[in-house]
């Protein structure tokens, strides 16, 4: 899969996201590699392996890398939280990236751009794991290989985040903002994400990012739904989840057998 003539290698993922590049992936829900590789043999760019509202242990985090990377696909976690003990074990399993929940204020920011990289950062070294090749990495080779393309997402879903937009997408090490559009949601009191409140943010986000040359990612239902926010100037997408497509896909068989049994 490494070789896929028709998608670029995984580890260029930073570079294609930061540059703006449309790119496509799914939640992972389910602590197993198997939808996985399935969304890697399908053509997808990434994958993102949900740590903060899934079962999943460093073992099964570690397994679902192993199989991103075998299938070509950009492993991102989404951290449980901004503990830096987290980022650095979910990178040395071989992550391309994280996406981080709650980043809510300049401090936060800079404190996730330092947990996920050496120079001018905090991140610990070992060269053992996957990430280093398992020792067979030179020391330095893996500092500059790892802090030229993992690649540190910022969750923007909290009201307070707003009034620190600027600053947060100015972070030098934060590489683009996912906007948590769910949280949003709640946090504001809104009736849906439709509300003109949620809105309002999505578009003083995007704003934002735009003006610190930074990409946006978000979470949307369908390509229809993609196509709306990527108008805004949205780049990356991540659609739905392995379990929402599978329920989807599930639903809608289920509806055809019906109507043919009835028929």
């Known amino acids: 899969m490494s070789g896929d003539p028709i998608r670029p290698h995984f580890s260029t993922f930073r570079c294609r996201f930061t540059d703006g590049q449309h790119v496509v992936g799914s939640f992972i829900k389910t602590p197993t590699t198997h939808a996985t590789e399935i969304f890697g043999a399908l053509g997808y760019d990434f994958v993102v392996i949900d740590e903060e509202h899934a079962p999943f242990d460093r073992m099964a985090t570690d397994m679902v890398l192993l199989a991103a990377r075998a299938s070509n696909l950009a492993g991102i976690v989404r951290v449980s939280s901004d503990d830096p003990a987290k980022i650095l074990s979910c990178l040395d399993c071989g992550a391309a990236g994280v996406l981080v929940p709650h980043v809510a204020s300049v401090e936060k920011a ?55 937009i600027d600053a947060i997408a100015d972070v030098d090490g934060i590489h683009g903002l996912f906007i948590g559009r769910g949280d949003l949601t709640v946090a ?5 994400s439709a509300d003109a409140r949620v809105q309002q943010a999505v578009v ?60």
């Not at 739904?225 to 997408?237: N, Y």
């Not at 991540?238 to 068989?253: C, F, K, L, P, V």
């Open 110 to 164: 800079r404190a996730v751009a330092a947990a996920a990289r050496y120079r001018g950062g905090r991140r610990g070294y070992s060269g053992s794991p996957r990430a280093g090749g398992y020792g067979a990495t030179p020391m330095w080779q893996l500092v500059d290989e790892q802090d030229a393309s993992v690649c540190a997402i910022a969750m923007i879903e909290d009201p307070e985040a707003l009034d620190h």
């Open 188 to 192: 504001l009191g809104a009736p849906s």
């Open 204 to 263: 003083h986000i995007i704003a934002a990012a735009q003006r610190a040359r930074k990409p946006v990612c978000v979470m949307v239902g369908s390509a229809a739904e993609a196509g709306d926010f990527a108008a805004l100037g949205a780049s990356a997408f991540i659609i739905s989840s392995d379990q929402g497509q599978m329920r989807r896909a599930a639903a809608q068989t289920l509806t055809d057998f019906k109507k043919l049994t009835h028929a």
